[in-house]
């Protein structure tokens, strides 16, 4: 089975009366298992592959997600672009609970998660911007044209959870101009610019994070999710078929000149694990 689109989000997100001929596949990687079964369908001539992020059933708490297996598993079954949706809180008055924002930056507050696939060659992978500004033009086009509100820039706070700020942090992240916050862009944009895949974030707020002096609680963070979940239905069946066939972004070519291990001390035991993303330049 191969797809060239790769959806990451929670259940409530994947529209089964979209897809045609549809299909789950178990997927092994060198990492491990990926969070689920990985679906498979058509949309619109599209091959577009669906996993949920936390594990059919949420059981896999935002650090302990297996982000390394997820991407590695999309790279195997050849996706080339990434769509990822995430519940996130508003670190700003005019972002509001239900808008919809396109990040193009993220703040990394994360404490033990793994970030690379290259544990064992030296690899230096640029991610000054690491959203694919390509995908990103079409998901804002896409979120305008159903008139939505939305804002098409924001800089992601990415912070370990699964616990919620204080209000200290909260407060400080307000005060060092982001805006947003969320527990799971990283590794995922990291892992995704590493695969050469292009990663845009879908973010739906939820919340106010607690600067505003409101308390932050699951109950509401999952009533306006659930809220959201037609929007971004909505957003996909618009965004979709408008992804372009052919790759002009630089994230195709990401590890061009990344990769400074010389060819003939690289083993045939990380070849095999790692030849998925070398082979290309080795």
């Known amino acids: 089975m191969k ?117 064992d060659v030296v690899v230096h992978v640029g991610v000054a911007d690491p959203f694919c500004p390509e995908l990103r033009e079409v998901a804002i086009e896409a979120v305008k044209e159903l008139g939505l509100s939305y804002h098409d820039k924001g800089t992601y706070v990415c912070i370990e959870g699964p616990q919620f700020s204080t209000k200290a942090e909260s407060k400080f992240y307000r005060s060092m101009g982001f805006d947003i916050i969320g527990m799971t862009a990283l590794p995922e944009a990291k892992l995704a610019r590493e695969a050469e895949i292009c990663y845009v974030t879908i973010a739906a707020v939820t919340d106010y994070d607690v600067w505003k002096e409101e308390p932050v609680d699951v109950k509401t963070v999952l009533e306006n999710m659930a809220k959201n979940e037609e929007n971004i239905k909505a957003i996909l069946r618009k965004l979709i078929p408008k992804i372009p066939e052919e790759r002009e972004c630089e994230c195709k070519d990401a590890l061009k000149f990344a990769i400074t291990t010389s060819p003939e001390m690289i083993s045939e035991e990380v070849r095999r694990k790692l030849g998925i993303f070398l082979d290309k330049y080795l």
């Open 3 to 119: 797809a060239e689109i790769g959806i990451i989000g929670g259940t409530g997100i994947y529209d089964s009366d979209a897809f045609e001929n549809v299909t789950e596949v178990d997927v092994d990687t060198p990492f491990g298992k990926p969070s689920s079964k990985i679906t498979i369908g058509d949309y619109e001539g599209r091959k577009v592959a669906f996993i949920s992020r936390h594990g059919k059933g949420h059981i896999y708490s935002p650090t302990h997600v297996p982000y390394r297996a997820n991407i590695y598993a999309f790279k195997k079954l050849g996706v080339e672009r990434i769509i990822s949706v995430a519940a996130v809180g508003s670190l700003k008055e005019e972002i509001k609970p239900l808008d919809i924002v396109i990040p193009d930056q993220i703040f990394d507050r994360t404490k033990h998660r793994k970030d690379t696939f290259f544990e």
